[in-house]
């Protein structure tokens, strides 16, 4: 047993030494971040991807952490995204940018691709909503559309995502909890699909290709382990939302609909939070680190010349 433990140390201490080296994670083109629904860049000094950003530019990489309606349809999310990525580039003075959006920020990063592919590297999806969520689905068909449940849900849920961008300091942003459930449901995203299908495989559970038409690469990665850790008490809600899914998946996106680009991988040990690295680093024990992912797919983008 300590000869294990002793070569199991080693092991981790080689990935690490592998993973962690001056320009290491120093792609061409900033790396920016895309957060999922009622989501934020930070709140209270805590990041959405938590410890990612100073994780990726310790490095090399120049990492740029965008803020978007916490609730909205992905079109005005990804049209707020838009003009983001071109202050970025504007301020930084380069040409493009490698988007990296979570959850249905990988809705707002393809609007972005598809509308502007000459200012776009690289689009990856990470745990996206690609073919859209059973979850919204039976959110969506429990609230009849103009009765008295829907306004004061959408009420409530608008005045949520508002105290949400209060405290990320982006009070400005309108909120539209309808229009962000729309998006996320399976026809939402169907129809969001019609209008950006760059990057989707021909099936959801299909592999796709790497580089699109459009000239931006394209890649994706998701989890599909729901209890990861004992002391994150976020399992518990992701362990019923799984309950409405179909097959594999991370507690909120089927591991078939988070197909983009080209698949890295799937079926990582990991839920819809571990997948930014919440609940403030809570995660897996035995599993990939999700800071050494994002660390290996700065790499990958660094290698590919992006």
């Not at 962690?20 to 790396?31: E, R, V, W």
């Not at 689009?123 to 959110?139: E, I, K, M, R």
């Not at 939070?273 to 990958?300: K, S």
Request: proline share 4%; with cysteine.
């Amino acid at each position: 047993m300590k000869k294990i433990t002793i070569l199991y140390l080693c092991s981790l201490l080689f990935i690490f030494s592998c993973n962690t080296h001056a320009g290491y994670t120093k792609t061409k083109y900033p790396i920016v971040l895309a957060h999922g629904i009622m989501g934020f860049d930070d709140v209270l000094g805590i990041d959405y991807f938590y410890r990612v950003p100073a994780n990726l530019s310790r490095d090399g990489a120049q990492v740029y952490v965008t803020a978007v309606s916490p609730l909205n349809s992905s079109e005005q999310r990804g049209e707020q995204l838009l003009q983001q990525v071109e202050q970025i580039i504007a301020l930084n003075g380069t040409t493009k940018v490698n988007l990296i959006g979570h959850s249905q920020g990988a809705q707002s990063i393809r609007y972005v691709a598809s509308l502007r592919p000459d200012l776009v590297a690289s689009a990856t999806s990470v745990g996206g909503v690609n073919f859209g969520s059973p979850v919204a689905d039976v959110v969506r068909q429990g609230i009849t559309p103009g009765s008295k449940l829907e306004g004061i849900a959408k009420t409530a849920f608008d005045a949520f995502g508002g105290l949400i961008a209060l405290l990320s300091g982006n009070s400005q942003l309108p909120q539209d909890a309808l229009g962000a459930l729309g998006s996320l449901t399976t026809e939402g995203a169907l129809a969001f699909n019609q209008k950006y299908p760059e990057g989707l495989p021909a099936e959801q559970c299909q592999q796709g290709s790497m580089y699109a038409s459009n000239g931006v690469y394209y890649f994706s990665w998701s989890g599909t382990r729901i209890l990861t850790n004992i002391f994150d008490p976020s399992d518990a809600a992701l362990a019923i939302t799984s309950m409405l899914i179909p097959g594999d998946d991370d507690g909120l996106v089927s591991r078939c609909s988070s197909h983009l680009g080209y698949v890295l991988k799937d079926n990582y040990r990991m839920n819809h939070l571990d997948e930014v690295n919440q609940l403030i680093g809570f995660h897996h024990l035995f599993a990939t680190d999700p800071l050494t992912v994002y660390r290996q797919h700065a790499n990958r983008l660094k290698k590919l010349g992006l």
